[in-house]
Protein backbone atom coordinates (compact mmCIF):
# COMPACT_ATOMS: atom_id res chain seq x y z
CA UNK A 1 0.00 0.00 0.00
CA UNK A 2 1.65 3.28 -1.03
CA UNK A 3 2.09 5.73 1.75
CA UNK A 4 1.13 9.50 2.45
CA UNK A 5 2.26 11.22 -0.19
CA UNK A 6 2.46 15.58 -0.64
CA UNK A 7 3.50 17.47 -3.24
CA UNK A 8 5.39 19.51 -3.80
CA UNK A 9 8.51 18.43 -1.71
CA UNK A 10 9.72 21.77 -1.89
CA UNK A 11 8.35 25.30 -2.86
CA UNK A 12 10.36 28.91 -2.54
CA UNK A 13 7.88 31.90 -2.50
CA UNK A 14 7.92 35.54 -1.95
CA UNK A 15 5.87 37.70 0.85
CA UNK A 16 2.55 38.36 -0.32
CA UNK A 17 2.01 35.43 -2.39
CA UNK A 18 -0.06 32.39 -2.16
CA UNK A 19 0.73 28.96 -2.33
CA UNK A 20 -1.42 25.30 -2.52
CA UNK A 21 0.07 22.13 -1.10
CA UNK A 22 -1.24 18.92 -1.72
CA UNK A 23 -1.76 15.48 0.17
CA UNK A 24 -2.68 12.19 -1.16
CA UNK A 25 -3.72 9.95 1.60
CA UNK A 26 -3.39 6.41 2.35
CA UNK A 27 -6.01 4.41 0.19
CA UNK A 28 -8.98 4.18 2.17
CA UNK A 29 -8.74 6.79 4.47
CA UNK A 30 -10.90 9.27 5.35
CA UNK A 31 -9.22 11.75 7.86
CA UNK A 32 -6.43 14.13 6.95
CA UNK A 33 -4.37 16.15 8.92
CA UNK A 34 -2.31 18.90 8.41
CA UNK A 35 0.95 20.39 10.75
CA UNK A 36 3.35 23.47 10.72
CA UNK A 37 6.58 22.60 11.80
CA UNK A 38 9.14 24.97 12.45
CA UNK A 39 12.35 24.78 14.57
CA UNK A 40 11.01 27.78 17.02
CA UNK A 41 7.50 26.35 17.19
CA UNK A 42 7.27 22.96 17.02
CA UNK A 43 4.53 20.98 15.38
CA UNK A 44 1.60 22.86 15.68
CA UNK A 45 -2.21 21.11 14.68
CA UNK A 46 -3.63 23.54 11.68
CA UNK A 47 -6.80 21.77 10.49
CA UNK A 48 -8.77 18.32 10.05
CA UNK A 49 -10.84 17.07 6.85
CA UNK A 50 -12.66 14.12 7.45
CA UNK A 51 -14.89 13.10 4.38
CA UNK A 52 -14.34 16.50 2.83
CA UNK A 53 -16.06 18.22 6.09
CA UNK A 54 -13.35 20.31 8.26
CA UNK A 55 -14.01 18.42 11.34
CA UNK A 56 -11.05 20.89 13.59
CA UNK A 57 -9.01 23.66 13.50
CA UNK A 58 -5.91 24.99 15.50
CA UNK A 59 -5.51 28.47 16.30
CA UNK A 60 -4.44 29.77 12.94
CA UNK A 61 -5.12 32.73 11.02
CA UNK A 62 -7.61 32.49 8.38
CA UNK A 63 -5.09 32.96 5.85
CA UNK A 64 -4.43 29.28 6.57
CA UNK A 65 -7.44 27.38 4.76
CA UNK A 66 -8.10 23.81 3.52
CA UNK A 67 -10.59 21.65 1.83
CA UNK A 68 -10.98 18.01 0.53
CA UNK A 69 -12.38 16.46 -2.15
CA UNK A 70 -14.35 13.35 -2.44
CA UNK A 71 -11.33 10.84 -3.01
CA UNK A 72 -9.88 12.17 0.15
CA UNK A 73 -7.20 13.99 -1.38
CA UNK A 74 -6.55 17.56 0.49
CA UNK A 75 -5.10 21.16 -0.52
CA UNK A 76 -3.64 23.16 1.82
CA UNK A 77 -3.97 26.95 1.07
CA UNK A 78 -2.26 29.80 2.48
CA UNK A 79 -2.78 33.16 0.97
CA UNK A 80 -0.77 36.12 1.28
CA UNK A 81 2.30 34.75 2.71
CA UNK A 82 4.79 36.02 5.67
CA UNK A 83 8.10 35.29 6.33
CA UNK A 84 7.08 33.71 9.17
CA UNK A 85 5.54 30.83 7.59
CA UNK A 86 8.75 29.60 6.23
CA UNK A 87 8.23 26.18 7.72
CA UNK A 88 7.84 21.99 6.91
CA UNK A 89 3.94 21.76 6.81
CA UNK A 90 2.87 17.95 7.54
CA UNK A 91 0.24 16.41 6.73
CA UNK A 92 -1.49 12.84 8.02
CA UNK A 93 -3.86 10.44 6.99
CA UNK A 94 -5.91 7.99 9.15
CA UNK A 95 -8.71 5.27 8.62
CA UNK A 96 -10.98 7.11 11.24
CA UNK A 97 -11.24 10.78 12.86
CA UNK A 98 -7.26 11.65 13.25
CA UNK A 99 -7.68 13.47 16.69
CA UNK A 100 -7.99 9.54 18.15
CA UNK A 101 -6.49 7.28 15.85
CA UNK A 102 -3.25 6.13 14.67
CA UNK A 103 -2.07 9.08 12.13
CA UNK A 104 0.21 8.26 8.91
CA UNK A 105 2.28 10.55 8.18
CA UNK A 106 4.13 11.93 4.67
CA UNK A 107 7.37 13.31 4.07
CA UNK A 108 6.37 16.82 4.09
CA UNK A 109 6.64 20.00 1.98
CA UNK A 110 9.37 22.85 2.91
CA UNK A 111 7.94 26.31 2.14
CA UNK A 112 10.84 28.96 1.85
CA UNK A 113 9.30 32.26 1.70
CA UNK A 114 12.53 35.07 0.75
CA UNK B 1 -3.13 27.04 28.76
CA UNK B 2 -3.41 24.13 27.80
CA UNK B 3 0.00 22.31 27.15
CA UNK B 4 2.20 19.16 27.14
CA UNK B 5 6.19 19.34 28.29
CA UNK B 6 8.79 17.15 27.64
CA UNK B 7 11.43 18.24 30.26
CA UNK B 8 14.34 16.62 28.38
CA UNK B 9 15.75 17.96 25.50
CA UNK B 10 18.02 14.77 24.67
CA UNK B 11 18.18 11.44 27.01
CA UNK B 12 21.13 9.43 26.84
CA UNK B 13 20.90 5.70 27.43
CA UNK B 14 23.65 2.86 27.05
CA UNK B 15 22.28 -0.54 24.68
CA UNK B 16 20.71 -3.18 26.64
CA UNK B 17 19.82 -0.40 29.74
CA UNK B 18 16.10 0.07 30.14
CA UNK B 19 14.64 3.81 28.81
CA UNK B 20 12.82 6.43 29.85
CA UNK B 21 11.12 9.18 28.05
CA UNK B 22 9.16 11.81 30.00
CA UNK B 23 5.78 13.71 28.88
CA UNK B 24 3.66 15.60 30.69
CA UNK B 25 0.44 17.13 30.02
CA UNK B 26 -2.49 20.05 31.36
CA UNK B 27 -5.62 19.61 29.18
CA UNK B 28 -9.25 19.96 30.41
CA UNK B 29 -11.17 17.13 30.54
CA UNK B 30 -10.05 13.42 29.77
CA UNK B 31 -6.76 13.35 27.46
CA UNK B 32 -5.94 11.47 24.36
CA UNK B 33 -2.34 10.88 24.83
CA UNK B 34 -0.33 9.87 21.56
CA UNK B 35 3.90 8.95 21.29
CA UNK B 36 4.97 9.01 17.79
CA UNK B 37 9.10 8.72 16.71
CA UNK B 38 11.09 10.55 13.86
CA UNK B 39 13.74 8.46 12.67
CA UNK B 40 16.50 10.14 10.60
CA UNK B 41 15.14 11.47 7.29
CA UNK B 42 11.98 9.61 7.23
CA UNK B 43 8.62 10.77 8.56
CA UNK B 44 6.56 10.80 11.80
CA UNK B 45 5.86 7.61 13.49
CA UNK B 46 2.84 6.37 15.24
CA UNK B 47 4.32 4.32 18.55
CA UNK B 48 1.03 4.29 21.00
CA UNK B 49 -1.99 5.82 22.40
CA UNK B 50 -3.43 6.14 25.50
CA UNK B 51 -7.72 6.66 24.99
CA UNK B 52 -9.26 4.98 28.04
CA UNK B 53 -9.27 1.31 30.28
CA UNK B 54 -5.26 0.09 31.31
CA UNK B 55 -3.43 2.86 32.78
CA UNK B 56 -0.38 0.61 30.50
CA UNK B 57 -0.22 0.90 27.16
CA UNK B 58 1.72 -1.27 24.82
CA UNK B 59 3.11 -0.32 21.63
CA UNK B 60 5.32 -0.68 18.32
CA UNK B 61 9.21 -1.99 19.02
CA UNK B 62 8.37 -3.16 22.17
CA UNK B 63 8.14 0.21 23.80
CA UNK B 64 4.92 1.28 26.39
CA UNK B 65 3.73 4.14 28.38
CA UNK B 66 2.65 4.54 31.25
CA UNK B 67 -0.39 6.89 31.95
CA UNK B 68 -0.24 8.46 35.44
CA UNK B 69 -3.80 10.84 36.16
CA UNK B 70 -2.67 11.93 39.70
CA UNK B 71 1.06 13.13 38.10
CA UNK B 72 -0.71 14.31 35.01
CA UNK B 73 2.08 11.98 32.93
CA UNK B 74 2.58 10.02 30.13
CA UNK B 75 6.37 8.39 29.62
CA UNK B 76 7.39 6.10 27.10
CA UNK B 77 9.06 3.69 28.49
CA UNK B 78 11.42 0.24 26.73
CA UNK B 79 12.97 -2.38 29.07
CA UNK B 80 15.99 -2.92 27.09
CA UNK B 81 16.97 0.06 24.27
CA UNK B 82 18.63 -0.59 21.03
CA UNK B 83 20.66 1.43 19.26
CA UNK B 84 18.23 1.34 16.42
CA UNK B 85 15.78 3.36 19.04
CA UNK B 86 18.11 6.54 18.29
CA UNK B 87 15.66 9.66 17.52
CA UNK B 88 13.40 11.90 17.90
CA UNK B 89 10.29 11.69 20.37
CA UNK B 90 6.99 13.38 20.40
CA UNK B 91 4.46 12.88 23.22
CA UNK B 92 0.94 15.10 22.11
CA UNK B 93 -2.25 15.38 23.58
CA UNK B 94 -5.55 16.44 22.26
CA UNK B 95 -6.86 19.68 23.36
CA UNK B 96 -10.74 20.84 23.13
CA UNK B 97 -10.64 23.78 22.09
CA UNK B 98 -14.65 25.00 21.62
CA UNK B 99 -17.61 24.49 20.48
CA UNK B 100 -16.86 20.72 19.55
CA UNK B 101 -13.82 21.73 17.94
CA UNK B 102 -10.59 19.82 19.12
CA UNK B 103 -6.60 20.30 18.47
CA UNK B 104 -3.60 18.06 18.95
CA UNK B 105 -1.01 19.74 20.85
CA UNK B 106 2.28 18.32 20.39
CA UNK B 107 5.44 18.38 23.12
CA UNK B 108 8.81 20.02 21.72
CA UNK B 109 10.48 16.75 21.05
CA UNK B 110 13.39 14.72 23.10
CA UNK B 111 16.17 13.36 21.05
CA UNK B 112 16.58 9.80 22.38
CA UNK B 113 20.60 8.80 21.89
CA UNK B 114 21.42 4.48 22.56
CA UNK B 115 25.28 4.25 22.98
CA UNK B 116 26.41 0.70 21.90
Redo the contacts between chains.
Keep these: KA??TQTPRYLIKTRGQQVTLSCSPISGHRSV?WYQQTPGQ????LFEYFSETQR????FPGRFSGRQFSNSRSEMNVSTLELGDSALY?C?SSLGE???????????TRLTVL | AQSVAQPEDQVNVAEGNPLTVKCTYSVSGNPYLFWYVQYPNRGLQFLLKYITGDNLVKGSYGFEAEFNKSQTSFHLKKPSALVSDSALYFCAVRDYIRDSNYQLIWGAGTKLIIKP
Excluded: H, M, T
Design positions: GVSGLQFNKGNLAGLINEQFFGPG
